[in-house]
């Protein structure tokens, strides 16, 4: 089920960190914000467990159909906790897009660090309301070599408008809605 995410204004869809993140590196599981705050809470990880279980159902990408309708929404994030864990889920939010061109589809990888993925990741590029961007931390490589978005943790500054605190959030931002080739850096939290 999808969750309101008031910090950044928009429908979110999340399933568990670390058993969900192919690409993880050391340095994403050491400081994954999906440690902290509420998300340590007991309530927080059965909604992502159940969501991982609805994922696997035969009935997941028309569900998914109907949520968003029902919830009337324009943008969604896929994944402010865990990744694509499989092909045939990542395709699932491909068909889902597909279905609802009326909804912009925001997600962040780090699957193109797993060998295979790249072909898989790229068959994205023909949905334009799908908006995935590449991720990368301290640790791990550069992948704008081989991607247009690519967003970056750093330990010292930040390019969002929302962790600068300057009256923005996602919704109001849409600079990673809107960015066809660049970058985003998050500062870690």
Not at 42 to 70: G, H, Y
Not at 158 to 186: L, P, Y
Request: glycine share 6%; aromatic share 14%; hydrophobic share 30%.
């Amino acid at each position: 089920m999808l969750t309101y995410g008031k910090d950044i204004g928009l429908w979110q869809f999340n399933i568990p960190a670390h058993q969900c993140c192919l690409g993880e590196s050391d340095y994403c599981r050491r400081t994954c914000y999906n440690n902290k705050g509420n998300n340590r809470f007991d309530n927080v990880a059965e909604s992502r467990q159940k969501n991982l279980e609805w994922t696997r159902s035969p009935t997941f990408i028309q569900d998914m159909f109907n949520e968003l309708i029902i919830l009337d929404t324009d943008l969604a994030r896929i994944h402010s906790s865990g990744d694509y864990y499989s092909p045939r889920y990542f395709r699932s939010w491909l068909t889902i897009a597909k279905m609802l061109p009326g909804i912009e589809f925001l997600s962040f990888t780090k699957n193109w660090r797993v060998r295979g993925w790249l072909p898989i990741l790229m068959e994205s590029l023909t949905i334009p309301n799908f908006k995935l961007w590449f991720s990368a931390d301290p640790s791990t490589a550069d992948p704008s070599s081989i991607w247009s978005r690519c967003s970056y943790v750093s330990e010292t500054e930040s390019t969002c408008g929302k962790q600068r605190h300057d009256g923005t959030d996602c919704r109001s931002c849409r600079h990673c809605f809107n960015t066809i080739k660049g970058s985003v850096t998050f500062k870690r939290h």
